[in-house]
């Protein structure tokens, strides 16, 4: 695909050299000038959709003071291109899963995301959304067909199987009857998603393309498991009763969920279940 960079620029009053960046992800192709960043949307399933998600909220994300790139331009007319494109603040610097960080500095910078979800779960109270562009965050209540497709990859035998499902069962109560508030949620944020300096000083909190109202703890689930108390340190104790009683069951339970997807698609990816009983363990 080819993309008239030059003229979706233009259009929007944008010029100068730009280069093409590396994709983060799949629902955009990305290109940047020294001020700006273009993302148009692909033919991923998810593409179009998630441009207009982030249409509408990462201009409320930033109006709450949420360390995040403005928007300067979405354009959804097609008369250039057969897809929606969106032009953005450029923000220099390395996102968290390439910058290389040691694990002091990547603690620093997860407690300042930690810091950035207190600030969008407690101030964003309204984001208009008159298309209903958001997304609807939430949990799968029964992952016994995912465990069926686990093992019909071959991915694990019965014994281990049984091992996962046990382990659901402990989580599912904490799941299901769980109370929280509904906040405004990121709702895919992990180590590509967040922009830091070399250093390790946060920048900003990027592709806002899953995001919706919904139970906080979500926003927790892309945090690595060795990060999370950074990450809850900087949240704040006093934030924490928002996510309700043990969110790190709801966490886990969707961590697990994403880990038997990932199985399936990659036989002999391992699911790291010691690791995740461990977490809970220690919590």
Request: glycine share 8%; with cysteine.
């Amino acid at each position: 695909m080819v993309d008239p960079v030059d003229a979706l620029l233009a259009v929007h009053g944008f010029s100068g050299a730009w280069t093409t960046l590396a994709q983060t992800g799949l629902a955009n192709r990305v290109y940047a000038t020294a001020d700006v960043v273009l993302r148009v949307a692909t033919d991923h399933p998810e593409g179009v959709s998630d441009a207009r998600t982030e249409s509408v909220a990462a201009p409320a994300a930033r109006e709450a003071g949420i360390r995040t790139p403005r928007l300067l331009a979405f354009d959804d007319s097609r008369t250039l291109i057969d897809g929606p494109f969106s032009i953005w603040e450029r923000i220099h610097g390395e996102t968290l899963g390439s910058a290389g960080l040691d694990a002091s500095q990547r603690t620093t910078v997860w407690c300042e995301v930690g810091q950035e979800l207190a600030k969008l779960h407690s101030r964003v109270r309204v984001c208009p959304d008159p298309h209903g562009y958001l997304d609807s965050p939430g949990y799968e209540p029964n992952l016994e067909p995912t465990i069926a497709r686990f093992i019909d990859a071959g991915a694990a035998n019965q014994k281990s199987a049984r091992e996962i499902s046990r382990f659901l069962d402990e989580l599912a109560p904490h799941v299901s009857s769980a109370e929280h508030e509904r906040c405004f949620l990121h709702n895919d944020l992990h180590d590509m998603n967040v922009m830091c300096t070399q250093t390790g000083s946060l920048l900003a909190v990027i592709d806002w393309g899953d995001a919706g109202w919904g139970d906080p703890a979500l926003d927790f689930v892309g945090v690595p498991l060795d990060m999370m108390s950074a990450a809850f340190a900087g949240y704040g104790f006093t934030n924490r009763a928002r996510l309700g009683v043990f969110p790190d069951a709801r966490i886990v339970w969707t961590k697990l969920h994403e880990a038997l997807d990932a199985a399936i698609s990659q036989p002999g990816r391992p699911v790291p279940l010691t690791s995740f009983r461990r977490f809970l363990d220690n919590r």
